[in-house]
């Protein structure tokens, strides 16, 4: 079974589209997380979630916004996409904030 | 800026060899971990090591944590080619309880 999957694995969408991204884990964890990874490889965290607590990078656009329906699942939603949306986004999870993390597969969204 | 900044930013070494690849970090931290990234895949944990720990092994890993000058450094030792891959460092912390990463070193070990 997959500890940690999101859905869908490729996202094709246009410009100025909403979409979403599922995440779901079946770790019991109390944490999850969403990171973007550009075409750099570099990791930046955007949320962190857990059922008390979201702590939001503030460089991230409030076109984004995480939505948490039970512990198990963070999904993401993206309001009036741009370019530079365009990346792989991982959902991860956690026992708590800071120990290891385990992360889904990745969606790679490209905006055209 | 980022949290943790890897050295190099890549590394291309023969099968057999050992590569070394190091981490800096800017703020106090509980731990530090190392994650791999295979091509088109998630991450994966490959060790953590705590503040309070100055060195620790697993398997053919290696690694270190010099909390005074806040670095950390991942030894993989006889190389394969399998352990192509991007490695990661990241950084935990109490305060924001988040992990975060460095950049990464990409690897390359050539049969």
């Known amino acids: 079974d997959t500890a940690v999957s999101q859905t869908p694995k490729y996202l094709v969408t246009q410009m100025g589209n909403d979409k979403s991204i599922k995440c779901e884990q079946n770790?019991?964890?109390?944490?999850m997380y969403w990171y973007k990874q550009d075409s750099k490889k570099f990791l930046k965290i955007m949320f962190s979630?857990?059922?008390?607590?979201?702590?939001i990078n503030e460089t991230v656009p409030n076109r984004f916004s995480p939505k948490s329906p039970d512990k198990a699942h963070l999904n993401l939603h993206i309001n009036s996409l741009e370019l530079g949306d365009s990346a792989v986004y991982f959902c991860?999870?956690?026992?708590?904030?800071?120990?290891?993390?385990?992360f889904g597969q990745g969606t790679r969204l490209t905006v055209v | 800026s980022q949290q943790g900044e890897e050295d190099p930013q890549a590394l291309s070494i023969q099968e057999g060899e050992n590569a070394t690849m190091n981490c800096s970090y800017k703020?106090?931290?509980?731990?530090l971990q190392w994650y791999r990234q295979n091509s088109g895949r998630g991450l994966v944990h490959l060790i953590l090591?705590?503040?309070?720990?100055r060195e620790k092994h697993s398997g053919r890993l290696r690694v270190t944590l010099d909390t005074s000058k806040k670095s950390s450094s991942l030894l993989i030792t006889a190389s394969r080619a399998a352990d192509t891959a991007s490695y990661f460092c990241?950084?935990?912390?109490?305060?924001?309880?988040?992990?975060?990463f460095g950049g990464g070193t990409r690897l390359m070990v050539k049969p």
């Open positions: 090591i705590r503040s309070n720990e």
């Open positions: 990241a950084t935990g912390a109490y305060a924001g309880n988040m992990l975060t």
């Open positions: 703020t106090s931290i509980n731990n």
């Open positions: 770790l019991g964890h109390d944490t």
């Open positions: 991860a999870s956690s026992d708590r904030g800071f120990t290891e993390a385990f």
């Open positions: 979630y857990n059922n008390k607590e979201l702590i």
